[in-house]
T-cell receptor
């Protein structure tokens, strides 16, 4: 069965620190990868996605993620976090489901940035 | 503004009662989804629908039922058979379930508490 693992459930950083959130998946075929973010009191929204091409993907708000096929990983990074980055982050992998496609989500990482 | 509306935001029910969660979208999306979000477990798919009058079970469909009589609406009923119904429920939609380039749009969720 395909699964998505996010190793850190809670991360606490000070402002200006660098961020890296891990995401690993278990699926041998072609994958499409996503990071979603949920800010406090808001709905989930797409942060960035990888379908093909350059494995380094840039998203909104200075976030980027690198797809490393050999490691089955899609880690999220930001060089310098801000207090406003406090949120829960979800990695997701596209999978085949019946005749269509479906996202499988990781367990989420709750990030708290201290001012 | 287009979007997904879930109501109510908070719902309380006594054990043994069925309860229906509302989800309406005005994005003209074909596909709609119900996810359940539990701490540390990410989002798990309950049901999804590709088109009107069609729906399929997701990973954790037991104890739930849905209907898709209109394109805009995809209500979820949590039945008394669901063993652990207390959770945060998220509705989502996308343009086409077969289109892997189509990201999910999420509602703000309904927090259901069953006592």
């Amino acid at each position: 069965a395909q699964s998505v693992s996010q190793h850190n459930h809670h991360v606490i950083l000070s402002e200006a620190a660098s961020l890296e959130l891990g995401c690993n998946y278990s699926y041998g075929g072609t994958v499409n990868l996503f990071w979603y973010v949920q800010y406090p009191g808001q709905h989930l929204q797409l942060l960035l996605k990888y379908f093909s091409g350059d494995p380094l993907v840039k998203g909104i708000k200075g976030f980027e993620a690198e797809f490393i096929k050999s490691k089955f990983s899609f880690n999220l990074r930001k060089p310098s976090v801000q207090w406003s980055d406090t949120a829960e982050y979800f990695c997701a992998v596209n999978r085949k489901w019946g005749a269509g496609n479906m996202l499988t989500f990781g367990g989420g990482t709750r990030l708290m940035v201290k001012p | 503004d287009g979007g997904i509306t879930q109501s109510p935001k908070y719902l309380f029910r006594k054990e043994g009662q069925n309860v229906t969660l509302s989800c309406e979208q005005n994005l003209n999306h074909d596909a709609m989804y119900w996810y359940r979000q539990d701490p540390g477990q990410g989002l798990r798919l309950i049901y999804y629908s590709q088109i009107v009058n069609d729906f399929q079970k997701g990973d954790i469909a037991e104890g739930y039922s849905v209907s898709r009589e209109k394109k805009e609406s995809f209500p979820l009923t949590v039945t008394s058979a669901q063993k652990n119904p207390t959770a945060f429920y998220l509705c989502a939609s996308s343009m086409a379930q077969r289109d892997i380039n189509s990201p999910l749009h999420f509602g703000n969720g309904t927090r259901l508490t069953v006592t």
